[in-house]
């Protein structure tokens, strides 16, 4: 089964900062990988989803890159805000399990003013 | 076009008695999706609906979880009877065939006294 992780679980930043949040994956072979942002209390939005043939996405000041090969992908926001503090969680899905989504469990960013 | 919809938003009810979620996947979606939520956690699939066909069940827990999607449109999360356990998010999410990106309903949050 698809394992995902992502490093740290917590992450407190000032304003302003570029910063970088981490996920591994264990099957390669995914089929894509999608960012999600939870706020407390609500649904995931979606953020970003990569194709496997992608090597990353952009959506204004987020970019999410996918290496294959190393098992990983990154969250690059820019210039963070107070309001992109949320939970940001991974997930890969994989042809072979019916393109159901496998999670990581997430990690908590906060942004100070 | 609207989101995906789920009722109840939160439940309240004592152990041992039933629980029912109801979902309504954005329009013209093929794919939908029941996920288990625990605190701290990503979500974890419980079952996929190809149309009205559940084409993965393998980690619902059916000796007391029971799911339908009539007309392949709504679908409906049955609990009978509830544990202690069972205290989650119930996330819905819906995707225009299997393989594409899923977008997630706000979620039921259901505590079992």
């Known amino acids: 089964k698809q394992e995902v992780t992502q490093i740290p679980a917590a992450l407190s930043v000032p304003e302003g900062e570029n910063l970088v949040l981490n996920c591994s994956f264990t099957d390669s072979a995914i089929y894509n990988l999608q960012w999600f942002r939870q706020d407390p209390g609500k649904g995931l939005t979606s953020l970003l989803l990569i194709q496997s043939s992608q090597r990353e996405q952009t959506s204004g000041r987020l970019n999410a890159s996918l290496d294959k090969s190393s098992g990983r992908s990154t969250l690059y926001i820019a210039a963070s805000q107070p309001g992109d503090s949320a939970t940001y969680l991974c997930?890969?899905?994989?042809?072979?399990?019916?393109?159901?989504?496998?999670f990581g469990k997430g990690t908590s960013l906060l942004v100070t003013p | 076009e609207a989101g995906v919809v789920q009722s109840p938003r939160y439940k309240i009810i004592e152990k041992k008695q039933p629980v029912a979620f109801w979902c309504n996947p954005i329009?013209?979606?093929?794919?939908l999706y029941w996920y288990l939520q625990n605190l701290g956690q990503g979500p974890e699939l419980l079952i996929r609906y190809e149309n009205e066909e559940a084409v993965d069940d393998s980690q619902l827990p059916k000796d007391r979880f029971s799911a339908e999607r009539l007309k392949g449109v709504d679908s409906t999360l049955k609990i009978q009877p509830a544990e202690l356990g069972d205290s989650a998010v119930y996330l819905c999410a819906s995707s225009l065939t299997g393989a594409r990106e899923q977008f997630f309903g706000p979620g039921t949050r259901l505590t079992v006294l």
């Open positions: 997930a890969a899905s994989n042809s072979n399990s019916g393109y159901a989504l496998n």
């Open positions: 329009s013209g979606h093929n794919t």
